[in-house]
């Protein structure tokens, strides 16, 4: 057994055994796409003032768009499983989320862990969205939390739905001009960290994507051409960490952040929470992509290289070796 083989089969019998929220080749796709779109703005007033005279100016920043869509694959076949039986086609509900801005900018795709969902990661989601980048969210056919069933195996289904999930976006009349194509991320936790692994990082992985955030779960070998973030927390007991940490050294060739949350479990700050965490997770990831996929109009960078104290450790290197000072890997 491959040492990749070995770290990705240890970390799906971890997950698969939690049974809890927390590679593959892009594939031939068919789009049947139906949307319902909601947008709300949020305005916020700003006064000036001078020696003589006093402004009121209103900004209005740009719209977040929230929509859904439903994307079916009949390439690809949805295996029985439970009650149901096989499927002939793979349908996908997606949410959406973007600034409603006529610039191109980047698309990340955020895949959810075993019986988690999209709509558990909402902070996240529109964090993403308010620094500009198109965000996909996928619930998975067989692992989502309202699929009534849990079927950890369907990871390489799952691998290939990210792929469908790009081509669709690309494809779809509203978003797919708002995308630019040569910049692409791929964000997942727990069970969706496998799958952002198998799509994203494996050599045989979709290679239009360019940076990959993993949290909460291991991977193997990793393409040279793709930069990764690790994030982990050190208490976690459905994933320890210690499978983050023999993944690292599977990264020496890439651009690589491990992030470790300090006293962090299996879904502080990843899942919706009031806790401290959330700011750390979402910061850095968003920071993250804004370095790596070269769109940064909110400042994301500046706000990730703030982040510190107690909560959280951090380690960088680039190809040629460890950086001694993590925010280094914002300089290049």
Same mark, same amino acid.
Request: charged share 20%.
């Given at each position: 057994?491959?040492?990749?083989?070995?770290?990705?089969?240890?970390?799906?019998?971890?997950?698969?055994?939690?049974?809890?929220?927390?590679?593959?080749?892009?594939?031939? #796709?068919?789009?049947?796409?139906?949307?319902?779109?909601?947008?709300?703005?949020?305005?916020?007033?700003?006064?000036?003032?001078?020696? @003589?005279?006093?402004?009121?100016? @209103?900004?209005?920043?740009?719209?977040?768009?929230?929509?859904?869509?439903?994307?079916?694959?009949?390439? /690809?076949?949805?295996?029985?499983?439970?009650?149901?039986?096989? !499927?002939?086609?793979?349908?996908?509900?997606?949410?959406?989320?973007?600034?409603? @801005?006529?610039?191109?900018?980047? !698309?990340?795709?955020?895949?959810?862990?075993?019986?988690?969902?999209?709509?558990?990661?909402?902070?996240? /989601?529109?964090?993403?969205?308010?620094?500009?980048?198109?965000?996909?969210?996928?619930?998975?056919?067989?692992?989502?939390?309202?699929?009534?069933?849990?079927?950890?195996?369907?990871?390489?289904?799952?691998?290939?739905?990210?792929?469908?999930?790009?081509?669709?976006?690309?494809?779809?009349?509203?978003?797919?001009?708002?995308?630019?194509?040569?910049?692409?991320?791929?964000?997942?936790?727990?069970?969706?960290?496998?799958? @952002?692994?198998?799509?994203?990082?494996?050599?045989?992985?979709?290679?239009?994507?360019?940076?990959?955030?993993?949290? #909460?779960? $291991?991977?193997?070998?990793?393409?040279?051409?793709?930069?990764?973030?690790?994030?982990?927390?050190?208490?976690? /007991?459905?994933?320890?960490?210690?499978?983050?940490?023999?993944?690292?050294?599977?990264?020496?060739?890439?651009?690589?952040?491990?992030?470790?949350?300090? $006293?962090?479990?299996?879904?502080? $700050?990843? !899942?919706?929470?009031?806790?401290?965490?959330?700011?750390?997770?979402?910061?850095?990831?968003?920071?993250?992509?804004?370095?790596?996929?070269?769109?940064?109009?909110?400042?994301?960078?500046?706000?990730?290289?703030?982040?510190?104290?107690?909560?959280?450790?951090?380690?960088?290197?680039?190809?040629?070796?460890?950086?001694?000072?993590?925010?280094?890997?914002?300089?290049?």
């Amino acid at each position: 057994m491959t040492r990749r083989l070995l770290a990705v089969t240890l970390a799906l019998g971890l997950i698969a055994a939690a049974c809890s929220d927390d590679g593959g080749s892009e594939a031939a #796709s068919t789009t049947t796409t139906a949307a319902e779109t909601t947008t709300s703005t949020v305005a916020e007033s700003t006064t000036t003032t001078t020696s @003589t005279t006093t402004t009121t100016t @209103t900004t209005v920043p740009p719209v977040v768009v929230n929509a859904t869509r439903v994307f079916v694959d009949d390439t /690809r076949t949805t295996p029985a499983t439970g009650d149901q039986p096989e !499927l002939p086609e793979r349908t996908l509900d997606v949410w959406v989320e973007a600034l409603d @801005t006529d610039d191109a900018r980047p !698309l990340i795709i955020f895949n959810h862990g075993l019986t988690g969902h999209p709509r558990s990661h909402v902070l996240l /989601r529109e964090h993403l969205a308010e620094a500009g980048f198109v965000v996909a969210s996928p619930a998975f056919p067989l692992t989502n939390q309202d699929s009534g069933f849990a079927n950890a195996g369907d990871i390489s289904g799952q691998v290939g739905d990210v792929s469908f999930v790009i081509d669709s976006m690309l494809e779809d009349p509203e978003f797919g001009p708002l995308i630019d194509p040569d910049r692409i991320g791929v964000i997942g936790h727990s069970l969706g960290g496998l799958t @952002t692994a198998g799509a994203a990082l494996s050599v045989d992985g979709d290679h239009r994507v360019d940076a990959a955030v993993v949290m #909460s779960a $291991g991977f193997g070998d990793v393409r040279d051409d793709v930069a990764v973030m690790v994030l982990h927390g050190d208490e976690d /007991r459905i994933v320890p960490i210690a499978s983050s940490t023999a993944s690292w050294a599977f990264t020496e060739a890439n651009r690589r952040m491990f992030v470790t949350l300090i $006293g962090g479990n299996h879904l502080l $700050g990843i !899942l919706d929470d009031e806790s401290d965490y959330g700011p750390i997770v979402r910061g850095l990831a968003v920071g993250f992509f804004a370095h790596e996929l070269g769109h940064d109009p909110a400042g994301a960078v500046d706000a990730a290289l703030a982040i510190g104290g107690d909560l959280v450790t951090i380690e960088a290197g680039t190809p040629d070796g460890p950086l001694d000072d993590w925010p280094d890997f914002f300089a290049g």
